[in-house]
């Protein structure tokens, strides 16, 4: 895979292993989840709101046998949403509001399905059912995972303190020093991401 933000992106030279030539491909899957060239999110989401709407099927299915509310939005919690927040930390930051717009429908889905006729809005399905949005959540994720990282050996993989870098001490030395972005691409991806999302809740 060539990583590149050009529209008429150059041909990479060719590489070869063993005399065979790698195909270059517009995208790859590492570890379940799915890197494209252009670093966005749409094959990653796509496959996500897919894939948790096959099993949204399988929840409206056991609506049918009368199940409490509660079991089937443990069902859901259990076996629907983790498809949704796979590997969030790498790409929450990436996401454009249709992508998140689209992940958010489908817990409205399952929302409409758990309270059938008692729906009355997703809201009041969030409030009745213990639930929050999946937007929110996916907040809460990433914050525990960028708490985990300052506690972990994978520690220099966030910033450090600004008075470390500065050795001053100030109202706000305490707080991870934010990395420059001279992009939003930049800006907008996972390490500045969580850095301020540390500065913002811990800091």
Aim: proline share 7%; aromatic share 8%; glycine share 4%.
């Amino acid at each position: 895979m060539h990583v590149t933000f050009a529209r008429n992106p150059p041909l990479p030279p060719p590489l070869r292993i063993n005399e065979t030539e790698l195909v270059v491909v517009p995208s790859l899957k590492v570890l379940g989840l799915h890197i494209q060239s252009d670093l966005h999110w749409d094959i990653q989401v796509n496959g996500m709101a897919a894939k948790a709407g096959r099993k949204l099927f399988l929840l409206k299915r056991l609506k049918k046998f009368n199940l409490p509310q509660g079991d089937l939005v443990a069902i859901y919690i259990g076996y629907v949403r983790p498809i949704l927040e796979y590997a969030v930390p790498v790409w929450n930051s990436g996401l454009t509001k249709h992508q998140s717009d689209l992940l958010e429908r489908l817990q409205k889905r399952a929302c409409r399905t758990i309270m059938g006729s008692s729906y009355n809005g997703y809201s009041h399905a969030l409030e009745h059912l213990g639930l929050s949005t999946l937007a929110t959540r996916r907040e809460q994720l990433c914050l525990k995972f960028a708490r985990s990282l300052l506690d972990s050996e994978f520690r220099d993989w966030l910033p450090p303190p600004r008075t470390q870098i500065t050795g001053r001490v100030t109202r706000n030395s305490h707080k991870l020093n934010c990395p420059k972005a001279r992009t939003n691409r930049y800006l907008n991806s996972s390490i500045p991401y969580l850095t301020r999302l540390i500065n913002r809740y811990d800091q």
